[in-house]
């Protein structure tokens, strides 16, 4: 889609102030991941074994991939993206092999955080699989999970929309045996992620983030995002006409003036 972001940038450079409408869920995840990744000294000497795997679930947009890569940033961690439905389409036997190679290189790198978006593609209930190779990928992810010692410095996040349709074995203690639910954002949380991705923008008087939080409902992060991408467009739309095409330049006051209109935003 065109919100994907890149494959494997290995160093995330989103922070937790470019995720909306979220505090608790950062708070969860901070407890659960970045501080047994900045401290691990904490949990040896108490004695307990941090979270190795931790779910995800939440409708598509919601800002499940942001926020991962937001803690592993955060964390001073290494970001490994697998993306389920791709990993699937690999050629036999590949999708077992590039799935621990993955896992060998964040090993190595760790502190690391595994991000797999769509796990459900990768791990369906096994009795509702048919293909012999659906079930070894499946068997390889667990153990793999299993394989992994409980201080390596390592967190497997992984994320779906469909938790119900997810494989029973994973969740399993010492496997993905956290579970954080992302929600659609509330009008204070759309307000927030409104002025997230209009940070840098210059907005018209009239703009009111107030109002296009409450004419939203229902929008997740990534319909916001859009419809702010949306404006801006319309915002360059408008001044078309004042830019001197035949020179190719902008004159310096049609940049001045140039401004997002609350006008652009209900197009
Ligand atoms: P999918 O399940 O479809 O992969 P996702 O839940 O992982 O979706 P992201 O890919 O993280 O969602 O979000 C897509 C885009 O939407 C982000 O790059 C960001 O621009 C915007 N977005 C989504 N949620 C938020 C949020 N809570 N705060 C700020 N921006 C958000």
């Keep these: 889609s065109e919100y994907e972001e890149p ?18 869920t950062i708070d969860q995840l901070r407890e659960m ?3 047994p990744l900045r401290y691990p000294e904490l949990f040896q000497r108490l004695g307990v074994d941090p979270p190795k795997g931790v779910l995800l679930h939440g409708p598509p947009g919601t800002g499940k991939t942001r926020l991962a890569r937001a803690v592993a940033n955060e964390s001073a961690a290494e970001f490994f ?20 190679s993955v896992f060998e ?29 659906e079930k070894r990928l499946v068997a390889q992810l667990l153990t793999l999970m299993d ?11 992984a994320a779906t929309n469909r938790p119900d349709a997810i494989d029973e074995a994973l969740r399993r203690p ?34 009111d983030l107030n109002e296009l939080a409450r004419t939203t409902y229902g929008f997740v992060g990534a319909d916001l995002a859009a419809l702010t991408r949306e404006a801006a467009i319309e915002a360059v739309r408008r ?15 049609v940049l001045d003036d140039l401004s997002v209109t609350r006008e652009d935003f209900m197009e």
Excluded: W
Excluded at 105 to 131: L, M, T
Excluded at 147 to 157: K, Q, S
Excluded at 190 to 199: F, M, P, Q, V, Y
Excluded at 239 to 253: A, F, K, Q, V, Y
């Design 105 to 133: 290189e964040a090993a190595k790198a760790a502190p690391s955080i595994v991000f797999i978006d769509e796990i459900d593609s990768i791990a369906p209930k096994r009795d509702r699989v048919q293909g012999e190779a």
């Design 147 to 157: 394989g992994l010692e409980a201080r390596a410095n390592l967190v497997v996040i």
């Design 81 to 100: 993206l697998i993306n389920g439905p791709e990993i699937m389409g690999s050629a036999y036997g590949e999708s077992e092999q590039r799935l621990r």
């Design 7 to 24: 494959q494997q940038s290995r160093r995330a450079d989103v922070t937790y102030d470019d995720i909306g409408g979220m505090s608790h």
């Design 174 to 207: 010492g496997r993905f045996d956290r579970e954080i639910i992302i929600g659609v954002p509330d009008e204070r949380g759309r307000k927030e992620i409104l002025g997230i991705h209009t940070r840098g923008m210059p907005l018209g008087d009239k703009v």
């Design 239 to 253: 001044i078309m006409p004042r830019l001197n095409l035949e020179e190719g330049t902008i004159p310096p006051e």
């Design 33 to 35: 991941v970045e501080l």
